[in-house]
């Protein structure tokens, strides 16, 4: 009986031994970190942009409108493990894995999976209120003629009244204008010298910048104002495994209210294009050793060597970035027999 134990504990130990003796691991491949910065530009039309042209004789935006413009596009080659590419191989291979980092990627049974998230801020407001904004209302004289009734009958007399009227919108335009045509000419005078006052040291450039200051308060309401923010996101892309030589595929989208976006039918699509350039060749075979010995079963070792790519980002007709990067599961898979 305790033969019988003692022999089942060895067979249990063995069995556990030699499960010890295996090695999981992936072979590598090659994901892209696409990083994008862009400027996003809103323009709000001043409330008397409808009098630009007529008054002051400039052209502005009447529309309010929201512009995405692209800065930066930056691309970072990843090597991560290759979930349809694991073997198993026994652990006296790990010193010859040891010394190939990019072909041992993990020993788990799961590989890593990060995340990327990011955020909007939201877009600044606009305001048109001037510390010294003009009165929205007017006091204007208002004459009538009424019969008055006297001892001998009616008299004509003549009647004049203050009255409060709310001014118009081009009433406030023209004043606005008006101020604008009277400070450019106020500046004109103290550059030329055409002025009572006399400005020296200082007192000039103050001056001056003060009147434009002023000038720029009351063009704004023609002109209208921009503000922008910066916006960033993060895209990733896994070229897959292919015997194709170019492959391309929708890196991201711009849109110029929505911003960037990762798919869907809004804004300009930037696509991303690899095209081999290099594949790594078959190598010739070792001759042949001759062992008289007793013959062992080879112990088998997978390995990648990236193929050689040009990356390329384009929109439309246009090329945004050029670069030549390797890509491993493009490239050869071979054995390794130790």
């Known amino acids: 009986m305790k033969k019988t ?14 499960q010890s003796q295996e090695l999981s691991y992936s072979l590598p491949r090659t994901s892209f970190l696409i990083e994008v910065k862009a400027r996003q530009i809103h323009t709000v039309p001043g409330p008397y942009a409808a009098y630009a042209s007529k008054m002051l004789g400039i052209d502005v935006p009447q529309q309010e409108s929201t512009a995405t413009q692209i800065r930066q596009i930056s691309i970072i080659p ?3 493990a290759d979930p349809s590419a694991r073997f198993r191989t026994e652990a006296s291979a790990l010193e010859v894995l040891s010394f190939s980092s990019q072909g ?16 909007f801020e939201p877009m600044p407001g606009v305001d048109f209120a ?11 004289t208002q004459t009538t003629v009424e019969m008055m009734p006297t001892d001998s009958g009616y008299v004509k007399r003549s009647i004049t009244r203050s009255i409060e009227v709310r001014k118009t919108e081009e009433d406030l335009a023209a004043e606005s204008a008006e101020r604008i045509i009277k400070v450019r000419q106020e500046k004109l005078n103290i550059s030329i010298g055409n002025t009572d006052a ?3 040291g200082a007192a000039l450039p103050a001056a001056l910048s003060q009147l434009s200051k002023i000038e720029q308060d009351e063009l704004s309401l023609f002109t209208g104002q921009s503000v922008s923010r910066e916006i960033s996101a993060v895209f990733e892309i896994i070229p897959p495994a292919s015997s194709e030589l170019k492959q391309r595929c929708l890196a991201f989208r711009c849109d110029d209210v929505e911003g960037l976006l990762a798919d869907g039918s809004k804004g300009t699509p930037y696509y991303l294009e690899l095209e081999v350039v290099d594949i790594p060749q078959s190598p010739q075979p070792l001759p042949e050793k001759k062992n008289p010995g ?13 193929a050689i790519c040009n990356l390329r980002i384009v929109s439309g007709d246009a090329e945004c970035l050029r670069m030549r990067v390797p890509v491993y599961q493009l490239g050869r898979e071979s054995v390794f027999s130790k």
Request: overall charge positive.
């Open 294 to 306: 007793k013959k062992q079963v080879p112990v088998q070792i997978h390995y990648r060597e990236p």
């Open 130 to 140: 001037r510390k010294e904004a003009a009165s929205q209302k007017d006091i204007r």
């Open 5 to 18: 134990l003692i022999s089942i504990l060895f067979l249990l130990l063995g069995c556990y031994a030699a």
């Open 198 to 200: 006399s400005f020296s």
């Open 104 to 119: 041992l990627v993990s020993f788990g049974d799961n590989g890593p999976s990060d995340g990327v998230n990011w955020r």
């Open 78 to 80: 990843c090597t991560e």
